[in-house]
């Protein structure tokens, strides 16, 4: 089992960066597939990003690709979510979540655990 926490979160002008934090708990982190999604008030959870194993191979939603960077080290026990050129419409709780069962998914159900969000908020 892991615990997940995020940090990293707050308020940015549009145009701004921001990087999230994932810190995971326990020795078999390295395992898992990492994922960040992100909710939007009224609005369904959305995949953003997702990294294997070792870190070399990396997936993106089509509205974050280009200005959004995955990584993780496994070291640390960490993924991070470099977040540039922020748009208003990224305003939402993002979510650190970690698969061990399902590879590249960018669906919520194939992810075992899940962090307790943090508030990324990108005003105009």
């Known amino acids: 089992q892991v615990q997940l926490v995020e940090s990293g979160g707050g308020l940015v002008q549009a145009g701004g960066s921001l990087r999230l934090s994932c810190a995971a708990s326990?020795?078999?982190?390295?395992?898992?597939?990492m994922g960040w999604f992100r909710q939007a008030p009224g609005k369904e959870r959305e995949f953003v990003a997702g990294v294997n194993w070792s870190g070399d191979r990396t997936y993106y939603s089509d509205s974050v690709k280009g200005r959004f960077t995955i990584s993780r080290d496994n070291a640390k026990n960490t993924v991070y979510l470099q977040m540039n050129s922020l748009k208003p419409e990224d305003t939402a709780v993002y979510y650190c979540?970690?698969?061990?069962?399902?590879?590249?998914?960018?669906?919520?159900?194939?992810?075992?655990?899940w962090g307790q969000g943090t508030q990324v908020t990108v005003s105009s």
């Open positions: 979540a970690a698969s061990d069962r399902i590879y590249g998914s960018s669906r919520s159900p194939d992810y075992d655990y």
């Open positions: 326990g020795r078999t982190f390295s395992r898992y597939f």
